[in-house]
């Protein structure tokens, strides 16, 4: 039997799940910084780009319960995501053999929807490991956010540089580097007998289904539906508002970056409130973000804007993330979590349709009816808080500091 020190493997499963974070959150941000005005120099008007930019979305509202359940009974949820990397990273090669609208659909569809699907998927499996581990999940997930502000920092010069035609290329190759680095992801239940924490939570998801836990899912899918407007058309309305194409890599770089310092450092802010007063606050302050944009203000204030990232982004995702899983066991992490993504997907699809509809007839003010959509998501929350019976308390988890979410 080999000694401790030689047995153990040299690369932590932290780390090895921090890697793939990066590669899945750096492909989204290539897409997030050129795909709007790839699709415009091709003729494709807005309404068309809100289409192409939902699609995949509903596509992925059809199977990604089924995703999750299935994840939950294999072996491990490694598996799932091998498999959901490989179909997203074979599929964006169909770019260099279609055009039009029908044809990049079809291929957008098959390049995006598997590449959602499995981001429930691995934040369950990531958040229950660190958990099991007594390691941090949002240092982990944080360096998914840094790969999104390498990608969207460096992406938009270089396609400057290189020219429209550098889009696809450099799509394609990360889509098959975050497949190749599926393969590298650790076993996420292993040790789970050795050590397995206290798991109070719903073991089926009915058993929460009630009309206060719904409530709280709506509004975190609301927040996060928001934050899609910017990956479907921030960078095109800044193009149209003069800002340089040099810029808007790094205005993104900054929302990024933004997320990334919270997330290092959130365990160290000891939050002593429950996770859905944190979503409460996010909603709030993304009302003001969004309505601010409307006004089409000047770089340096949208630079500002997105540093509100940090709390509109990463506190609520962190404390919708938390909320669920103090709520819900393993058996059912990836099913619960797949559960909350689907809700989130479709509020997108609400928003970013309407949005290439308000965004053909009313340009950046557009953004005016972003800001009242996360009002509507902090009054869901608030109403999930109010209509929760007291004694209706299993846990006494949402009652603790977020940063602390065992129960």
């Known amino acids: 039997m080999l000694p401790p020190s030689l047995a153990a493997p040299r690369v ?41 930019n939902a699609a995949p979305l509903i596509a992925m509202l059809l199977v990604n319960q089924l995703v999750g359940r299935i994840a939950d009974r294999m072996p491990d949820w490694r598996g799932m995501i091998i498999v959901l990397s490989l179909i997203a990273g074979i599929a964006p090669i169909g770019l260099y053999f279609l055009s039009g609208f029908w044809g990049i659909l079809l291929v957008w569809v ?7 699907a499995l981001v429930p998927v691995i934040d369950a499996a990531t958040l229950r490991m660190t958990q099991r581990r007594g390691t941090e999940f949002s240092a982990v997930r944080a360096w998914g956010t840094v790969g999104f502000m390498v990608t969207t920092g460096l992406s938009g010069p ?33 040790g789970e007998r050795e050590r397995k924490p206290s798991d109070r939570g719903a073991r089926r998801l009915r058993e929460v289904l009630k009309p206060w836990f719904l409530l709280s899912l709506l ?68 009302a003001f973000r969004w309505s601010a944009m409307a006004f089409s ?20 995702y962190l404390g ?64 999930s808080l109010r ?4 004694s209706n308390h299993p846990l006494s988890s949402d009652q603790i500091a977020v940063a602390d979410p065992t129960p």
């Open 12 to 52: 932590s499963p932290e780390l090895r799940a921090a890697i793939y974070h990066f590669a899945v959150f750096g492909s989204t941000g290539v897409a997030s910084v050129y795909f709007g005005i790839w699709l415009a120099n091709r003729g494709i008007g807005p309404d068309e780009i809100g289409i192409l």
């Open 110 to 116: 098959m390049s995006v929807m598997p590449a959602f």
């Open 158 to 190: 270089l396609i400057a540089w290189l020219g429209d035609a550098a889009f696809v290329p450099i799509f394609v190759a990360f889509a098959l580097l975050r497949a190749l680095l599926s393969f590298q992801l650790p076993q996420f239940r292993a």
């Open 219 to 286: 509004g975190i899918a609301i927040l996060y539906a928001t934050h899609g407007v910017i990956g479907a058309f921030g960078a095109l309305l800044w193009h149209q508002q003069g800002i340089a194409e040099g810029l808007i890599g790094p205005l993104i770089a900054t929302m990024a970056a933004a997320e990334a310092a919270m997330m290092f450092v959130w365990s160290r802010l000891k939050l002593k409130v429950s996770a859905r007063h944190i979503v409460i606050f996010a909603c709030l302050v993304a």
């Open 297 to 316: 203000p000047p770089v340096w204030v949208l630079f500002g804007l997105q540093m509100l990232h940090s709390i509109t982004f990463a506190m609520g």
């Open 320 to 383: 919708g993330i938390y909320f669920l899983s103090n709520w819900t066991s393993e058996d059912i992490a990836a099913e619960a979590q797949g559960f909350s993504y689907v809700l989130q997907q479709a509020m997108s699809v609400l928003v970013i349709l309407g949005m290439g509809w308000l965004v053909a007839a009313y340009g950046p003010w557009a953004w005016l009816f972003v800001g009242a959509f996360a009002l509507l998501g902090a009054l869901c929350v608030f109403a």
């Open 387 to 390: 209509l929760q019976p007291k």
